[in-house]
C-alpha cells in the first residue's frame, strides 16, 4: 500500500479514536480494536515507490497523536482516581459517623 493511501487510512482510525475517547462513554474494547488496526497498518514495510523522508514525517505524525491520546488517557485515569478516593472517603466518613452517632 503506498503512503499516501496509508495516510489517509492511518488518520480516518486515528479519527475514530479520537471520536471515541472524546465520548463521554467508551469502551476500552472498542479503542482496542480500532488501535489494533492502526498498529498493523503503521507495521507494514514501506514500499518501492515511497519516499524514506515522507515515511518517517509520516511515522513521526502517528508518534506525536500516540503521545496526546496517552498524556490524554492519563489524564482521564486520574481524574476517575480521585473520583473514586472521594467516594470512598464518604463511605469511611459515613461509616465512622455511623458508629458514633
Known amino acids: 500500500m503506498l503512503l499516501q493511501d496509508k495516510a489517509q487510512q492511518c488518520q480516518l482510525l486515528r479519527l475514530q479514536i479520537d ?9 476500552v474494547e472498542d479503542i482496542a480494536v480500532l488501535s489494533q488496526q492502526l498498529h498493523t497498518l503503521l507495521h507494514e514495510p514501506i514500499q518501492p ?3 524514506p523522508e515522507q515515511y518517517a514525517a509520516f511515522l ?3 508518534l506525536d497523536w500516540l503521545h496526546a491520546l ?3 488517557l492519563s489524564d482521564e485515569k486520574d481524574a476517575v482516581a ?15 459517623y455511623g458508629q458514633h452517632n
Open 49 to 51: 515507490g515511497d519516499n
Open 70 to 72: 496517552m498524556a490524554k
Open 60 to 62: 513521526q505524525q502517528n
Open 82 to 96: 480521585a473520583s473514586v478516593l472521594t467516594i470512598q472517603q464518604g463511605k469511611r466518613a459515613r461509616q465512622s
Open 19 to 27: 471520536e471515541l475517547v472524546g465520548a463521554e462513554l467508551y469502551t
